[in-house]
């Protein structure tokens, strides 16, 4: 126990870090389980998409749309949402909503942003667009 006290004392810095590291990550662990949106696989997504007529908002920007989309999606930019611009997807507030962005992260954002607007079924796809074209999903560019 000693020498763990002497570490500590000769390197204050790194453990200062260390526990910045450690106070985010449980931080983002309590968020995530706070959080109303549920993560969901590219499975669960298709399941929902497939038995539920989940509809699919991706929050990315025009560029990145246009290179693959998942079929059908609605591209509600992330910009909109925080301008509170939902009318296009207004009438689907009841029905399952399916979050996609890049990589899972921007879409965390825009669930949490839906949640507050009186959306009730949210859900954010894990990993996004990356994860579903790895797992050779199928993309349109129309």
């Known amino acids: 126990m000693q020498e ?23 931080f983002v662990s309590i968020k995530a ?16 998409m497939n038995r539920e007529n989940a509809v699919v908002v991706d929050v ?3 560029a990145e749309f246009k290179q ?7 591209q ?10 939902l009318s296009s997807i207004e009438k689907h507030k009841d029905s ?6 890049n990589t899972g992260m921007t879409s965390t954002q825009a669930c949490q942003m ?4 009186g959306f009730s079924n949210v ?13 050779n999903l199928p993309l349109t560019k129309k």
Not at 33 to 48: D, E, F, N, P, R
Not at 68 to 74: A, E, L, R, T, Y
Not at 123 to 135: D, K
């Open 4 to 26: 763990y006290l002497d570490f500590l004392e000769a390197n204050q810095v790194l453990a200062i870090i260390w526990l910045a590291i450690f106070g985010a990550v449980i």
């Open 33 to 48: 389980s706070v959080s109303g949106a549920k993560k969901i696989s590219h499975q669960q997504a298709t399941l929902l």
């Open 60 to 62: 990315r920007g025009d």
């Open 68 to 74: 693959g989309h998942i079929i059908g999606s609605k």
């Open 76 to 85: 509600v930019p992330l910009s909109k949402f925080k301008n509170n611009e």
């Open 96 to 101: 399952p909503i399916i979050v996609v962005c």
């Open 114 to 117: 839906l949640l507050k607007a």
């Open 123 to 135: 859900h954010n796809l894990q990993g996004g667009i990356t994860e579903w074209r790895s797992a």
